[in-house]
């Protein structure tokens, strides 16, 4: 009977041994379940991210502004604008029909002299508006033999602004030719075709015979822009 006792007793402790462990495994169990919550975390640095979108929200936002500062680049287009309206205040380009052509120094002779020549050619405003001129002329001396493009100098072309009976002028320089200086061209008028026209007048040329130097790199015979 004790023996019987005495194993009932251990069966008992066994038992009580047991549930123990099972209440402890239990404890560890739910330390565990509290390493699982760990995504909760996650979803707080997904949060994060989300107010980091908002930031980036907001820099867009300051891409507007940006966008607004390409509203500055439309006030530079004001500028062009007033460019424009500076045009269109009643200042076009001179046109050929409302020109008048002359040489200078009065009576448009030149000067006997060997030397490179100068000869002044005016451009005449005959309308009642104000017009503009900026640019080389065309320059065209003529012979019974042929034709020859004068080149230009190397001036900066300006504008120039002529009221009405105003006048501008450019210069053509000349070599006059002389016997034994080399090939003769004799020219007898000049076609000037102001700048940005096509349409030309005919003067008579008053300068004689000018030494030929078409092909010459830097000829003495040239052209400068209205206004020099």
């Known amino acids: 009977m004790r023996l019987l006792h005495a194993a009932t007793a251990l069966a008992a402790t066994s038992a009580l041994a047991l549930a123990l462990t099972a209440c402890g495994s239990g404890s560890d169990n739910d ?81 006997s002299s060997d030397d490179q020549q100068q000869l002044a050619v005016v451009l005449k405003n005959k309308t009642s508006a104000a017009c503009t001129l900026q640019g080389f002329p065309g320059v065209d001396l003529k012979s019974s033999g042929g034709s020859w493009s004068l080149t230009r100098s190397g001036a900066t072309p300006k504008k120039v602004t002529l009221a009405a009976g105003d006048s501008a002028t450019f210069t053509i320089s000349f070599l006059p030719w002389t016997q034994g200086s080399g090939t003769e061209f004799k020219a007898t008028s000049v076609v000037v075709t102001p700048p940005n026209e096509t349409t030309s007048a005919t003067l008579t040329w008053p300068g004689g015979s000018v030494l030929l130097q078409d092909g010459a790199t830097h000829p003495g015979t040239y052209t400068g822009p209205v206004g020099s």
């Open 31 to 111: 330390t565990a379940g509290d390493q699982s919550s760990a995504p909760t975390s996650s979803s707080s640095a997904t949060a994060a991210d989300g107010a980091s979108a908002e930031n980036a929200g907001d820099t867009k936002d300051a891409g507007s502004s940006t966008s607004g500062s390409g509203g500055s680049t439309t006030s530079g287009s004001s500028t062009s604008g007033g460019t424009g309206t500076s045009t269109g205040s009643g200042t076009s380009r001179c046109h050929t029909a409302g020109l008048g052509f002359s040489f200078g120094s009065g009576d448009g002779k030149v000067s």
